[in-house]
């Protein structure tokens, strides 16, 4: 029952289209016109026209790409891009400075060799060469080898942003005054001789030993007697500094007797005053 004046629809209306397809009748009108002018003009795309279009495209998202490049590159902080220069110009720097302290040492060799064949040919000349190579020895200016003791000291690995998990360029003089303390004649630190004017400091995350970066782990040679070193060391301040901070925060910290150790001639000092020292 509908309301009076109301259209009245079939319910099937909705698959009117599908029945007429299925039955075989004509399309719309407008659906004809479209199709016949479809067909007229050659709407269809070439092929060719679609590999143009492809082509075009991806030479457009290649150019966005290189000018999103160009801007970030840009963007960049001038602090950051001073830090890669600089980071360059050390490296470079070190390399230059390596080669040319290889050749000093070549020259200092020579140089000892030549002193030494004068001294040999008189008593006197063989006495002085004896005091020279006890003082060259002391002062670092030689190198030295025999028995000694190696102590490894490393960052902790699970420091974080703690600083006690951190070796500093404080500790690593605790660690060479405490050796020099216990009776060490000899001295070097990831091959590196102390001196009597050898620096260690602290630069960056970087501990310096006369201004030359150190790697990590780092190595401390002193030459003495293994027993003797090792007792008296182990009872220092340091020392036990070292191990609190081992059991506390994880820091590398291991002592080695060692039966045979090498340690290379310090770096000559720059010479800034002489005279004649007056024959007795």
């Given amino acids: 029952m509908t309301e009076r004046g109301a259209r009245w629809n079939r319910p099937d209306a909705s698959m009117s289209l599908l029945a007429d397809l299925l039955a075989g009748k004509d399309l719309d009108p407008g659906y004809e016109e479209a199709a016949a002018r479809r067909a007229a003009t050659g709407a269809r795309p070439r092929r060719s026209a679609r590999w143009a279009r492809l082509l075009a495209g991806t030479l457009?998202?290649?150019?966005?790409?290189?000018?999103?490049?160009?801007?970030?590159?840009?963007g960049e902080p001038v602090a950051q891009r001073?830090?890669?220069?600089?980071?360059?110009?050390?490296?470079?720097?070190?390399?230059?400075?390596?080669?040319?302290?290889?050749?000093?040492?070549?020259?200092?060799?020579?140089?000892?060799?030549?002193?030494?064949?004068?001294?040999?040919?008189?008593?006197?000349?063989?006495?002085?060469?004896?005091?020279?190579?006890?003082?060259?020895?002391?002062?670092?200016?030689?190198?030295?080898?025999?028995?000694?003791?190696?102590?490894?000291?490393?960052?902790?690995?699970?420091?974080?942003?703690?600083?006690?998990?951190?070796?500093?360029?404080?500790?690593m003089q605790r660690l060479v005054n405490a050796l020099w303390a216990a009776?060490?004649?000899?001295?070097?630190?990831?091959?590196?001789?102390?001196?009597?004017?050898?620096a260690i400091r602290f630069a960056g995350d970087a501990i310096l030993v006369d201004y030359r970066p150190l790697s990590r782990p780092y190595t401390v040679t002193a030459l003495g007697d293994p027993g003797g070193l090792d007792g008296a060391f182990a009872g220092s301040p340091a020392a036990r500094s070292f191990r609190t901070l081992k059991a506390a925060f994880g820091i590398r910290f291991d002592i080695h007797q060692e039966d045979s150790v090498r340690l290379p001639a310090a770096p000559a000092p720059t010479l800034r005053y002489a005279g004649e020292v007056a024959s007795k």
């Fill in 60 to 74: 457009i998202i290649g150019l966005l790409g290189a000018v999103a490049v160009v801007q970030v590159r840009r």
């Fill in 82 to 171: 001073q830090r890669r220069a600089l980071l360059g110009q050390i490296t470079q720097r070190t390399e230059e400075d390596d080669g040319l302290q290889r050749q000093a040492d070549r020259l200092r060799a020579q140089t000892d060799g030549l002193r030494r064949a004068a001294l040999a040919r008189s008593d006197a000349g063989r006495a002085a060469r004896r005091d020279l190579d006890r003082l060259a020895a002391a002062a670092g200016a030689g190198p030295v080898h025999g028995a000694g003791l190696t102590v490894v000291l490393d960052d902790s690995r699970t420091r974080g942003d703690l600083r006690s998990g951190r070796i500093t360029d404080q500790d």
């Fill in 183 to 198: 009776g060490a004649t000899a001295v070097a630190v990831n091959g590196q001789r102390i001196a009597a004017t050898t």
